[in-house]
């Protein structure tokens, strides 16, 4: 099993990790460990699950072996202690950040980051705020009343829930799994959404945008351009310029 935070702890008690790997096997990969030896312990699988995702010291460190190397109490303690700090490092809870180009990241409190280039997070929640997400950076995991504005490039957001808000999406961007009381506005260039659930509400869509998946009691208003939306269920609500760009 491969969570976040995954890591491998070498018998001299290095912790590797790499900000856009949670996969153990990619990992052994990317370090081009030996592991074909089934009686050598080249290495320990490890892993920290967040608890509370704001505070690294709540995290549970977890042992994903089902036997371990007879070296490893040697050099346990202080892996953990490593892998904690690391993930401490990570976290942004509060003051304006200017500018994130790599690693992995969460964000959290009342944080706010002004642009995103490239880079990973994994998560945004409380008031958090992001701006200028671009490029090929990756978000998962919005949620509580977080805000993301202006996303663009072949940037990646997933899991859009809560009461959290994306608005300003361009270019080739994607956003998937929209749902609880979120909301997306201002959606053009040939940006996808889809996976739209819940009370989640979409305004303003043009271009040539796609919205696909769409549920529950969603609402989507204000479609022009070329825009399509595709597979429409449950309650959803379409305005007149939505039911318009439905297509099967």
């Not at 993930?87 to 942004?92: E, G, K, P, V, Y």
């Not at 200028?132 to 009343?145: E, K, L």
Request: charged share 20%.
């Amino acid at each position: 099993m491969c969570n976040f935070l995954s890591a491998l702890v070498v018998r001299n008690g290095d912790v590797l990790t790499h900000p856009m790997l949670d996969s153990h096997s990619d990992l052994v990969r990317y370090f081009q460990l030996p592991d074909t030896d089934a009686h050598i312990n080249h290495f320990a699988k490890v892993e920290l699950v967040p608890v509370d995702w704001a505070d690294a010291s709540t995290w549970k460190w977890r042992i994903d072996e089902p036997t371990l190397p007879m070296w490893w109490e040697d050099v346990a303690a202080q892996a953990e202690s490593t892998l904690h700090a690391r993930a401490s490092r990570m976290i942004l809870t509060a003051g304006e950040h200017e500018l994130i180009v790599d690693g992995c990241w969460i964000i959290a409190g009342t944080a706010k980051i002004r642009d995103v280039r490239s880079g990973r997070i994994v998560r945004v929640q409380d008031s958090a705020t992001i701006s200028g997400v671009r490029d090929s950076a990756t978000i998962s995991d919005v949620w509580g009343s977080a805000t993301i504005r202006g996303v663009g490039g072949s940037a990646t957001i997933r899991g859009v829930r809560d009461s959290a808000t994306i608005s300003d999406v361009r270019d080739s961007a994607t956003i998937s799994g929209v749902r609880d009381s979120a909301t997306i506005s201002d959606v053009w260039g040939s940006a996808t959404i889809s996976g739209v659930g819940g009370s989640a509400t979409i305004r303003g869509v043009g271009g040539s945008a796609t919205i696909r998946g769409v549920g529950g009691s969603a609402t989507i208003s204000d479609v022009w351009g070329s825009a399509t939306i595709r597979d429409v269920g449950g309650s959803a609500v379409l305005d007149a310029s939505a039911k318009a760009a439905v297509r099967s």
